[in-house]
C-alpha cells in the first residue's frame, strides 16, 4: 500500500479538487432545489431568479473550497480556486448543453463569483482547527 509520501504529485492534486467539486456541486443543486421551492411558493418576483442563482453558486463554490483545501491540508487558496474553476467550468458546460446560450457578462460574473467564493472556502478551510 503507498504511503502519503509515494502518492503521485497528479493524485495529491487531484483527489482534493475532485472532493471539493464534486461536495460543492451538491450543494449547489441543493440550495438551487430549496430556491426553487421557495419560488413555487410563495410571489417573487422573476428578476430575482438570476441572484439566487449565483448565490446558490457562491454557497456551493465556498463549501466545495472549504472541503477542497480541507482534504488537502494544505494551500487552501490553490486548491479552492482550482475547485471554483472545475465548478465554472461544469457549470458552464451544463449551460451550453440546457441554454444554448449564455450572456458574456453573466457568465463573467458568475466566473469571479464562484472563484472568489471558493478560494475563500479554501482559506477558512485550512485555517480552521479540527476538534480533538
Request: proline share 3%; aromatic share 8%; glycine share 10%.
Amino acid at each position: 500500500m503507498k504511503t502519503r509520501k509515494e502518492e503521485s504529485t497528479l493524485s495529491r492534486w487531484l483527489r482534493p479538487v475532485l472532493t471539493g467539486t464534486v461536495a460543492g456541486s451538491l450543494v449547489c443543486i441543493v440550495v438551487l432545489l430549496l430556491f426553487a421551492l421557495l419560488l413555487a411558493a410563495c410571489d417573487i418576483p422573476q428578476p430575482a431568479v438570476v441572484p439566487m442563482a449565483v448565490a446558490a453558486a457562491a454557497i456551493g463554490a465556498f463549501l466545495g473550497g472549504f472541503i477542497s483545501a480541507r482534504a488537502s491540508g494544505s494551500r487552501g487558496l490553490v486548491f479552492g480556486a482550482a475547485a471554483g474553476a472545475l465548478m465554472f467550468l461544469l457549470n458552464l458546460i451544463a449551460g451550453f448543453s440546457f441554454l444554448h446560450d449564455i450572456s458574456g457578462w453573466y457568465a463573467v460574473v458568475k466566473l469571479l463569483v464562484i472563484v472568489i467564493s471558493s478560494s475563500i472556502g479554501g482559506v477558512y478551510g485550512v485555517n480552521v482547527r479540527r476538534k480533538r
